[in-house]
């Protein structure tokens, strides 16, 4: 098994990417060890010492450090983790784990709106991200502002703002005349 790595917007995030399947469909977020006992391969990876985020999406892991841990060193340990894993014939996730779209659900006034903002995102904005190793999901559309959820390489990337404002929002206000604003959702 051969490993690729690719790096991301974000200096503190890697992509890894193992030739095969890593998610049928959707994606998993584990923003810490906490919420990994879903998958035993983010449970693996968390256990190596400045693993701070984690994230699969169909076809690639993506690593997220702390800023005090250097890439040279805990590099080859995510290698032989993720090695390790598919090699064991384990899932990546455990039990009953449904992939959805990611996208918060909204009912009510402006469903219509609500709909073409999806569809751009996931036809224009989700596959370009995640070639950068992150996934950006629809929270929230009130009085003319859409509220987005990033993930993975796009949490706390330097230049995710930058990708907001004049990528997402000018490509919705284009499309959308009834949107104003973007603006990222924390966690």
Same mark, same amino acid.
């Given at each position: %098994?051969?490993?690729?790595?690719?790096? *991301?917007?974000?200096? =503190?995030?890697?992509?890894?990417?193992? #030739?095969?399947? !890593?998610?049928?469909?959707?994606?998993?977020?584990?923003?810490?060890?906490?919420?990994?006992?879903?998958?035993?391969?983010?449970?693996?990876?968390?256990?190596?010492?400045?693993?701070?985020?984690?994230?699969?999406?169909?076809?690639?892991?993506?690593?997220?450090?702390?800023?005090?841990?250097?890439?040279?060193?805990?590099?080859?340990?995510?290698?032989?983790?993720?090695?390790?894993?598919?090699?064991?014939?384990?899932?990546? %996730?455990?039990?009953?784990?449904?992939? *959805?779209?990611?996208? =918060?659900?909204?009912?009510?006034?402006d #469903?219509?709106? !609500?709909?073409?903002?999806?569809?751009?995102?996931?036809?224009?904005?989700?596959?370009?991200?995640?070639?950068?190793?992150?996934?950006?999901?629809?929270?929230?559309?009130?009085?003319?502002?859409?509220?987005?959820?990033?993930?993975?390489?796009?949490?706390?990337?330097?230049?995710?703002?930058?990708?907001?404002?004049?990528g997402?929002?000018?490509?919705?206000?284009?499309?959308?005349?009834?949107?104003?604003?973007?603006r990222?959702?924390?966690?």
């Open positions: %098994m051969f490993i690729q790595t690719e790096s *991301t917007p974000n200096p =503190a995030t890697l992509k890894f990417l193992p #030739g095969q399947t !890593v998610l049928e469909m959707g994606t998993a977020d584990f923003p810490s060890a906490e919420t990994a006992d879903k998958s035993p391969l983010a449970e693996r990876i968390f256990a190596i010492e400045g693993v701070t985020g984690v994230f699969f999406g169909t076809d690639f892991v993506t690593v997220t450090k702390a800023d005090s841990v250097d890439w040279d060193h805990i590099k080859p340990g995510l290698l032989g983790a993720i090695m390790e894993h598919f090699q064991s014939g384990q899932p990546v %996730m455990a039990g009953d784990h449904t992939p *959805t779209s990611g996208h =918060a659900e909204h009912t009510g006034e #469903g219509v709106i !609500v709909n073409q903002i999806k569809e751009l995102l996931d036809t224009r904005v989700r596959p370009a991200v995640a070639q950068d190793g992150g996934d950006i999901t629809f929270h929230g559309f009130e009085r003319g502002v859409v509220y987005l959820h990033m993930q993975g390489a796009c949490a706390g990337c330097p230049s995710s703002t930058l990708t907001l404002k004049m997402i929002e000018n490509l919705l206000r284009h499309y959308i005349p009834e949107v104003t604003e973007v990222p959702v924390a966690t």
